[in-house]
Structures are given as C-alpha cells and as structure tokens.
Nanobody
Framework: QVQLVESGGGLVQAGGSLRLSCVVSGRTISTRAMGWFRQTPGKERDFGAAIGWNGGSTYYADSVKGRFTISRDNAKNTVYLQMNSLKPEDTAVYYC?????????????????WGQGTQVTVST
C-alpha cells in the first residue's frame, strides 16, 4: 500500500526551527509534485508549500513565504519542509501529500495520497 509518513514535528519556541520529513513507500514520487498542508482542530486545512516533480519549481503560501523551504530527494522518496522563524500561528498538524500531476499547486484536490500528519506546536 502507498504510505506517507511524516516526522520531525514537536514543540519549539517562537523564532525556532524544525525540519519535517515525509517518507513515501509503496509508490515512487519521482514524477509527482509534493505538497505540505496544515490544519488546526476545528479549522479548515490550509496549503503551505508545494514542489514540482524534479524540485525545479516551488510554490508557497503567503503566510510561510520566506520562512519555510520545501525540498525533495527523489532517490530517497522523501520530501522535506524546513521551517524557520516559527510563529505561534504556525501551530498545526502538518500533512504531506502527493499530487497526481507534476506541477506544484495549492489545490488539495490535485493530491491523491496523504500522510497521517505530524504535530507542530510553537510556544509564545
């Protein structure tokens, strides 16, 4: 079965950094765009960042632009999210997702595989 497993979440103080990883098994991601989304309980899921199939293009939500960096290692079937200058409003469950296409997009409908999420908590 296709599985996406996120890791690297945790508790960090405002201004700190975390690096999330997403390892995909059961299917290669080498031809797929990958994305990171986040969600707070009781609220809608929001787009965070996406990266094209070969890592050549990226797309970020305005809320994280300049602070977060998405990258990928297709040989390891892994996508990363480096999060710097974290803010309390970044607190959420972060989900990794694989797109059906090669292009990076904020549209969740274009992603067909999702991980279970990893909790990121940023303290004030």
């Amino acid at each position: 079965q296709v599985q996406l497993v996120e890791s690297g979440g945790g508790l960090v103080q405002a201004g700190g950094s975390l690096r999330l990883s997403c390892v995909v098994s059961g299917r290669t991601i080498s031809t797929r765009a990958m994305g990171w989304f986040r969600q707070t309980p009781g609220k809608e899921r929001d787009f965070g960042a996406a990266i094209g199939w070969n890592g050549g293009s990226t797309y970020y939500a305005d809320s994280v632009k300049g602070r977060f960096t998405i990258s990928r290692d297709n040989a390891k079937n892994t996508v990363y999210l480096q999060m710097n200058s974290l803010k309390p409003e970044d607190t959420a469950v972060y989900y990794c997702a694989a797109s059906r296409s090669w292009r990076p997009t904020q549209n969740g409908d274009e992603y067909d595989y999702w991980g279970q999420g990893t909790q990121v908590t940023v303290s004030t």
